[in-house]
């Protein structure tokens, strides 16, 4: 069994913490008590059924204002697959928090209320599903009870979100028609909607392909720690613990240590006391190397024959984060796995509508902006380009003056 | 696809070791909260895996209710003693000698709400800069919300509204002197992921997880261990029963379950079909709908 992580994207209005409530529900994922603390609660549906909505509003501030605030995390699991839901919310001044939530996500639902077809934040969502290199999308075409189950209505809106997918260079998209009220093909299969030939939404995720792990073949680790026990008998023990990126490292590999350039072979791989012939993406170990080589936290072991870009100015997308606006006259720290350095943004290129996709100059990047920017960083970086490699390339940005996460980078290149 | 072996325990297990240890690189002067309960022995187990054969760049700290299940300081420090660690314990009863706090009456009275003061107090004296804990994201609504690196103010408070973005799986640990962070490695496991990883790892526990027999009385609808923690009345029936608890905390505010599970695989399929969450047997968060909230902001675990 694996885990597949999605998020969805869409506003209270669209009934986007209603469908994963009927997610959680119809998978028997709501436990007595939960139940119970629900039945207390004084917000219901106009027919007096339980407001599925609740169960993801975690905090007071969202209960009483009936709003998403934060990622909000939910777990559950069929004998098919465990899922890990990040409920993101959807209006315009919580963009950093669906950039935050989709970070780490596989998948994308993303909602559009039947009524209203394709809007203005279903542009969005979408674009940021495309910034964050999400490889499955999923549109749920929600409140089909509202407008009579209508295929005609269905059609057009998928027609108009196919125009929209292709200007994004959205590969991968399935769509499905709900009612995340009513439960129609959110878990069950829809008995009035018999024009959908489709899956209902558990089992297209059920079975959706996680080949996430392993997207780049080429072998990356990020020192994060040296494990040097100096006790008597592993006196010489010098072991460089992290977590494989990307690719696999096999014993005898010919490997290059970054930024120093120093080439050794991997003698060993370790994993607590099981010793491995190869490690591969996902898995945290201790790699040996064969030569006396000064590694130290923020260095990466990449495979010899598969290099990373090495530069100090580098192309990326950035979305601001902060309530303090980007300042291109100061020195940010810029956090690229293990590594720390300094840097500025030399050039904003330009900045994104992400309601319309219309890119203009810009001066200033407020929160919640997104667009394309100049990275100069004080030591050179050994990244990947975001689209081929999403863990080693990305990157955040904190602001020295408040420790703040301000910033959100997706390298797209390096400039020369 | 490659075709290894990697399934969610796996996954799981690797994004927890990575998390420590970012903590160890990050951090001057971390500490792992230890309770004796089950997560926080998952932890250990995690931390193992994450640095040895070298030692733990931590010590462990237990915030000693003074109100335990005798089994489980039994267990804490048996466990010490075989993996060759410092543990460091901060009591509530001197917090309590000192005027710090003032223990709690009536028939309700508890202990677990003095803890937060104890622990400030630890963090302060010995100055940690992260404090790891053994908290799930499935446990409960506002915990949901949290970050795995959770900032902390200088008076210990979380502020839900004003979060750090954390993005990837990029941990921002820069604080403040006086601020210190609270790191949650197992954040994305559930209940149920925890019992199948100490399985799959033999992991010991401490005997009260698994069924025994034992004087109970039954207060609010709760099985609660009869003991002198707790303040009993005439109304109090005591009563013999099988029983086994689900999480491990301070006596006056952990309930038991009624149980036959004697082995770890007849808890996974209690668990499985059980319609009660975990958190649902402790007393602390049922006071309000915002009731771990409030204890966050506080300053609490």
Redesign the interface.
Known sequence: ???LKFFTAGSVDDGKSTLIGRLLYDTDSI????LE?LQR?NRKNDDGTIDLAILT?????E?EQGIT???????F?TEKR?F?IADTPGHIQYT??M??GA??ANLAIILIDARNGVVEQTIRHSYIVSLLGIKHVVVCINKMDMVDYSETVYSSIIGKYKILAQQLKLADVTYIPVSALKGDNVVQASETMQWYEGESLLHFLEKV?T?H??RSQLARMPV??V???Q?EE?HD?RGY???ILSG?FNVNDKVTVLPSGASSVVEKIE???ETLD?A?????VIIHLKDDVDIS?GDTIVNASALPQETKLIEADLCW?DTRALDTSIMY?I????KVTKCKISEILHKVDINTLEKHAAEVFKLNDIGRVIVKTADALAFDLYDDN??NG???L?D?RT???VG?LMFRAAVE | MSTYNFDYLDELEAEAIHILREVAGQFEKPALLFSGGKDSITLVRLAEKAFRPGKFPFPLVHIDTGHNFEETITYRDQMVERIGEKLIIGSVQESIDQAKVVEQTGKNASRNALQTVTLLDTIAKYQFDACIGGARRDEEKARAKERIFSVRDEFGQWDPKRQRPELWNIYNGKIHKGENIRVFPISNWTELDVWNYIRREKIDLPSIYFSHERDCITRNGQLMAASPFLNMDDEDVVERKQVRFRTVGDMSCTAAVESDAFLIDDIISEISASKISERGARLDDKVSEAAMEDRKKGGYF
């Open positions: 069994m694996n885990i436990l007595a008590d939960q603390a609660s509003d975690g905090l007071r501030a209960r605030i934060d990622v909000a995390y939910k777990y699991q465990k890990i950093r928090n950039v935050t970070s780490t392909d080949d792990l392993d994060q720690w494990v040097r026990p006790t592993l023990y613990a992290g977590r696999t994993f607590f006391d190869a591969h993406a996902g898995q945290s936290r984060m720290n956090q690229h796995n293990s999403r863990a990305s990157a955040i904190v020295t420790n703040l996460t959100a």
